[in-house]
């Protein structure tokens, strides 16, 4: 005799109908298909900031955030040429984002709660560790930022470095008196005018407009104190589960390619010959992590192919034989005594 299904049966197996075919759905996003269909991707940059995003007189696009942008286009549209950038200043750059101007937003921006719970938007992974600084001319004698009591300090508005002025000035009772600029370009012509006894945002933006808008960067020294913790990396819009996971895990690739090895020069010597099971994953040589983010299984290997692992990339834009002239620091790999680690692609 055949068993008849009770309502609860029914309403389970309904249930779980309903939630396969809602599963896809929830997963899938615009982004991928525009990108796609558009045959590139739109990129938001730094109006200017050596070593990070900044264009020649050509208009060619150079840095470490116009690098990741290269990475995660020549994985979906096989060119790390298929960019456009588009530059934007501080308080710009969400509104281009929210509004879908750009598809990403790699614009030495800072982590945080707000801007991760607030703005609609996805903090991805971890590009640039930093903190803020503050630098000065080599005459003022200034040794330490706590000297700073009364001074006048060039900052850029809509940026968590203003915030952290406030803050580290009232924390130390020095009275700093901020003098706000709304674009990048302004602050660096106010302060190297002698409009403000000193200058601050993230320690690597003081290294890169000291190299790149000082007649002589020697005669500026950037102080020793970081007075916060700056995690920069990329953004997209909230809602796009697809896109995120997609941007997220090609950084992680690049970094993970660094601890294996894997460089733009030896990949398809690698690709060939390697038995390691990492190196053939990652190459996809055995496992298909392309099919689990929507691409095929040579996406992670045209992005390093195009940029280098993040080693390569840091060193190009950023390192010690730049003129930024930054050590790798806390942007070192786990095991050499730094922040960057990567979760196992598997």
Request: aromatic share 6%.
């Amino acid at each position: 005799m055949k068993a008849t299904p009770t309502r609860s049966a029914i309403g389970t197996a309904a249930a779980i109908g309903l939630s396969l075919l809602l599963a896809p759905s929830a997963w899938a996003g615009k982004t991928l298909d525009t990108v796609k269909q558009r045959d590139q991707m739109v990129c938001g940059v730094n109006t200017g900031l050596a070593g990070f995003g900044a264009a020649d007189s050509q208009g060619k696009w150079t840095g470490l955030d116009v690098d990741m942008c290269k990475a995660v286009a020549a994985a979906v549209l096989g060119s790390g040429d298929k960019v456009r950038y588009v530059p934007l200043s501080a308080p710009q750059r969400f509104t281009a984002l929210q509004s879908g101007e750009i598809d990403i937003l790699s614009r030495n921006t800072t982590f945080t709660l707000t801007r991760d719970a607030s703005l609609g938007l996805h903090q991805t992974a971890v590009t640039f560790y930093d903190g803020q600084g503050f630098m000065v001319p080599v005459k003022a004698g200034i040794k330490s930022a706590k000297q700073l009591k009364g001074a006048t300090v060039c900052v850029q508005s809509g940026t968590t470095t203003e915030k952290n002025l406030t803050d580290f000035s009232k924390a130390n009772n020095l009275a700093i008196k901020p003098v706000v600029f709304e674009k990048l370009e302004a602050a660096n012509a106010a302060y190297f005018a002698g409009r403000c006894k000193a200058y601050t945002t993230d320690a690597s933006g003081l290294a890169s407009i000291r190299s790149k808008e000082a007649k002589d960067p020697k005669e500026h020294a950037i102080l020793p104190e970081l007075i916060s913790k700056e995690p920069l990396g990329p953004l997209v819009r909230r809602g796009d589960d697809e896109w995120f996971a997609i941007v997220k895990w090609v950084i992680y690739g690049l970094v993970e390619a660094e601890e294996y090895g894997i460089t733009a020069a030896n990949i398809e010597k690698l690709k060939a010959e390697s038995t390691d099971p990492v190196v053939m994953r990652l190459l996809g040589k055995s496992d298909d992590t392309g099919k689990l983010l929507g691409l095929d299984r040579e996406w992670l290997v045209r992005a390093i192919s195009t940029t280098g692992n993040y080693g390569e990339i840091f060193e190009r834009n950023v390192g010690e034989k730049t003129p930024l002239a930054l050590k790798r620091g806390p942007n070192a790999q786990w095991a050499k005594g730094g922040l960057q680690y990567a979760p196992p692609i598997r």
